[in-house]
Structures are given as C-alpha cells and as structure tokens.
C-alpha cells in the first residue's frame, strides 16, 4: 500500500535560519508531488507541484523553494527564514491518472521565532 | 477566478444531524471532495463526488451536489464526538489544481 512520510513533525527555527522540510512516498511510482501551508484560519494554499524529478512548478512568489531529487522525494527549503514563514506545512502526492484525490502527510507545524 | 467558500464554524449535539455546507464557482470542476482534518494532524480523503451526479452515499456521510449553484454539502447522520474536526470541501478544476476552502471547524457537545 501506498504511504507518505513527512518530517519533522514539529520544527522551532530563529529568524534567518535555514529550512529543511523532507516528504517520501512509498509504494508508488511517478506521483504527483505537493506542497501546501496552512495558516491558521485559512484554508489550504498551494505552495508547491511537481509532476517528475526535477519539475518544480510555483504557485506563489515566497522565500520558499522545492525541490525533487528523487522519484518519490519532495524537499521544502529556505535559506533565510521569515517571521511569516511560521504555519502547518501540509506535503500530499496523488496518481497521476486518477482524479481520485489526494493523500497528505502528517504535516510539520513550523514556528519561527 | 477559482475559489471555494465554506463557513467556519458549526456546533451539533451528540446524536443529531451534521450538515455543512461550500460553494464554488469555477463550473467546470470534475471532481469534489471532502476532506477530514483532526488536531495536528494532515488531511484524510473522506469521500468525493463526481461532477456528473447529484448525490453520493457512504455509511453515514450523504454528500449532495447542485451544479446549477455550485453548491455542496455534507451531512454527516448520527453525529459523534469523534466526528469533531476541521471539515473541508476541494475542487478539481478542469486544470492541474485543486481548491481547497478555508474549513468548517465542526463541533459536538456531548
């Protein structure tokens, strides 16, 4: 069966540090790969697709980049983190062929302090 | 422009029926989902709906779907405690993407 391992599950970083926000998948060849942050009392915001290694596409300009090194591999980074960078990162993978929606991780709730 | 709407809060009794509601308004939407978040926790799939039906049932979850208003809604029978959680409605456009709604926080008084 497929799974997605997301991690760390929490994460306390000052202000101007680096980040590094790790997502696998198992199970699954050539998924779809997200990243999405939630704010509190907001709803789910795209940050992030790939659709194969190396293919990153963004939904919205931010100090945030993605990469894809792997298949089934999605990297969330920065390399100086902001105070409004704080929030629950959400990573999800879908089929590439199904509209059967998605499947997320556990999530990373990022405090920068 | 994409956007799905849905209200933030809905408080039940133990027992009674749950039904929350999200509209959305890129017609052209394929697929709609719900989606279960409890505390801290990622999003579960809990059901989804194809474009081209009005209703779709699943033990205790109904999920009703008007196109001509662009109007979903999910009504959860015999509403327990473990049902509290954030609540959120998703569409497939005819794009790549899914829109996600802001989440209906439910809440059930014992």
């Known amino acids: 069966s497929q799974t997605i391992h997301q991690w760390p599950a929490t994460l306390v970083q000052p202000v101007g540090s680096p980040l590094s926000l790790e997502c696998t998948v198992e199970?699954?060849?050539?998924?779809?790969l997200y990243w999405y942050r939630q704010a509190a009392g907001r709803g789910l915001q795209l940050l992030f697709y790939?659709?194969?290694?190396?293919?990153i596409s963004s939904e919205v300009p931010q100090n945030l980049s993605a990469s894809r090194p792997q298949d089934r591999q999605f990297i969330l980074s920065s390399k100086k983190l902001l105070l409004s960078d704080s929030g629950f990162y959400l990573c999800?993978?879908?089929?590439?062929?199904?509209?059967?929606?998605?499947?997320f991780g556990s999530g990373t709730r990022l405090t920068v302090v | 422009g994409e956007d799905v709407e849905q209200s933030l809060f809905l408080s039940v009794r133990e027992g009674d029926s749950s039904v929350i509601n999200c509209t959305y308004t890129?017609?052209?939407?394929?697929?709609l989902y719900w989606y279960k978040q409890e505390p801290g926790a990622g999003l579960q799939l809990l059901t989804y709906?194809?474009?081209?039906?009005d209703m779709k049932q699943d033990q205790r979850l109904t999920v009703l779907l008007n196109k001509k208003d662009k109007h979903l809604s999910l009504r959860i029978a015999d509403t327990q405690t473990g049902d509290s959680a954030i609540y959120f409605c998703?569409?497939?456009?005819?794009?790549?993407?899914?829109?996600f709604g802001a989440g209906t926080r439910l809440f059930v008084k014992a």
């Open positions: 790939s659709v194969g290694i190396g293919q």
């Open positions: 999800a993978w879908s089929a590439v062929r199904t509209l059967y929606g998605y499947t």
């Open positions: 199970g699954t060849s050539n998924p779809n």
């Open positions: 890129d017609s052209s939407s394929t697929y």
């Open positions: 998703a569409e497939k456009t005819g794009g790549f993407k899914t829109i």
């Open positions: 709906i194809f474009s081209n039906m």
